[in-house]
């Protein structure tokens, strides 16, 4: 069975201070594993991907994410938090193996203090 | 990449009437998605809209009460029938884009259902 699962409910940093995002995922496959923002009352946008190659996954706005597979994990970082990321983070795996299927994490809520 | 577009972008409806939901794509794409945002949580599947074929539903969703039209490849709609508070959510409209290597999915900017 896939799964993914977001350890932090809620994640507060200081405005310029390092900002992590923990996801681990469960796959029988081989995942493609994805990181989405959600601002309030905004849609969803993507931040970046991981599709088997670079195991380092640069985003948007100096997010990266490092796929890790002996730990199943795919942590979202930022070395300096901005005031406009705070915002809801959504670990996401999808499998496009016999058919393509997206499972979302429940996500974290980031805060971030001036 | 692709632009996605749903009307209305929010509605308050009374209890036991239905809601339609339209979904406009800027380009063709087999595959289209409907999902559901309760308050609070994150997004849960509620069926895969393939042009061409019936949708497939997910656990805890019945056509009944989902009803989905795909009529072609640019467009799909998705109807909340006989609406309770509980189905007061956000409902999000995806598509998927196949490149040779990989694949994207984007997001519509949700449609905001409050049942009273």
């Known amino acids: 069975a896939q799964s993914v699962t977001q350890l932090d409910s809620h994640v507060s940093v200081s405005e310029g201070t390092p900002v992590l995002l923990r996801c681990n995922y469960s796959?029988?496959?081989?995942?493609?594993l994805f990181w989405y923002v959600q601002h309030p009352n905004k849609g969803l946008q993507l931040l970046l991907k991981?599709?088997?190659?670079?195991?380092l996954v640069k985003g948007i706005n100096g997010f990266e994410a490092e796929f890790k597979k002996s730990e199943t994990s795919f942590h979202l970082t930022k070395p300096s938090a901005h005031m406009s990321d705070a915002a809801e983070y959504f670990c996401?795996?999808?499998?496009?193996?016999?058919?393509?299927?997206?499972?979302f994490g429940a996500g974290t809520r980031l805060f971030v203090k001036a | 990449s692709a632009v996605i577009s749903q009307k209305p972008s929010r509605d308050i409806c009374q209890r036991g009437t239905s809601l339609t939901i339209q979904c406009q794509v800027d380009s063709q794409v087999t595959m289209m998605f409907w999902y559901r945002q309760q308050p609070g949580q994150s997004l849960t599947l509620i069926a895969t809209?393939?042009?061409?074929?019936?949708?497939?539903?997910e656990s805890g969703f019945v056509i009944d009460k989902f009803p989905i039209s795909r009529p072609n490849l640019t467009f799909s709609t998705l109807t909340v029938s006989n609406m309770s508070p509980e189905d007061s959510s956000i409902y999000l409209c995806?598509?998927?884009?196949?490149?040779?290597?990989?694949?994207?999915?984007?997001f519509g900017p949700g449609t905001r259902l409050t049942v009273t």
């Open positions: 809209a393939n042009q061409g074929s019936e949708a497939t539903y």
């Open positions: 996401v795996v999808s499998l496009g193996s016999g058919g393509f299927k997206t499972i």
């Open positions: 995806s598509v998927l884009l196949t490149g040779q290597l990989t694949y994207e999915q984007y």
């Open positions: 991981y599709t088997s190659a670079a195991t």
């Open positions: 796959s029988s496959y081989s995942p493609s």
